[in-house]
């Protein structure tokens, strides 16, 4: 039996990772919806000849990267407590818990280069170059969120809370380069990543199919939130860890695919969008590349 104290904090820490990620969810796919509206109005609206890319990057993305932010050092005061009660026995011993959070924490990595990657390969193997274009830019969001989540590990050196005697509010600058890999907490890696696709995704879905667009931000980013939740239950990251990680990722998605849907010429869409892949004579594949004039 849970005893009250204890059983007050675990269902504390439920009801603060549940609302986070309900409260994410929608938040994320209107701000996508209401972007993508806007550009979509605005191109339909403006002459061919007088049409110019929108900025990459807009007041309305400064006040959620300061909202993301602030969310992330007020969490700070309750990372060792949520990674303390999250550790108890009785939340440990749950066979549900443990194998839903291995199959979220999978999803999350190596899952999304496996999503990403291959969606990019069954669009240009099956020649839907839908397909294609949303695995490429799946798979761009996923590199860009990775490479920031990489430099940021290394320079802030924070614990893995799962060491013994770790400090949440420890950092030594460059720490995280170490090979052994216990200072690199911040930020979760898994997060950015699984937030990176779920991003792009739904960005993807926004405007091919705006219909639909807030079932598939739904499913993307409930999955991704779950994926960070278990980092959470796993004793990898601290809360803190988890937001600003899916920041990132929300982030580098969203621009991913607006840089790319904008910019449709540009040299990695006209390399890898216009390979063809196609069954061989006696197994395997074979590949060509067809390259456009600039």
Known sequence: MMRTGHGRAWTVAVVVGVAAAISAVPCCVQAQAADS?????????APAQARAPRPLF???DAWV???FTAATLAALPIDQLVAHNLQLPQNQNEPGLVRASTVFRDIADPGTVYISGGMYAAGMLFRNPTLADMGLHASEALV??????????GVVGRPLPRQAHADADSYHFGRGVRVDGNWQAFPSGHTLAAFSVASAV???????WPAHAR??????????????????????HWVSDIIFGAGIGIFSGMKTVQYDHEHPNNWLNRVLLH??????????AT????????
């Open 37 to 45: 509206a806007r550009a979509m109005n605005a191109a339909v609206q």
């Open 58 to 60: 807009t007041r309305h």
């Open 65 to 67: 990267a300061l909202g």
């Open 144 to 153: 860009v969120a990775s490479a920031v989540g990489f430099v940021l590990k």
């Open 202 to 208: 739904t960005a993807e879905a926004m405007d091919r």
């Open 215 to 236: 079932l598939v931000g739904f499913l993307t980013y409930g999955a991704a939130s779950a994926a960070g939740v278990s980092r959470l239950y796993n004793n990898a």
């Open 275 to 284: 390979t063809s892949v196609a069954p061989g004579a006696h197994g395997g």
């Open 287 to 294: 590949f060509g590349l067809h390259f456009q004039q600039l």
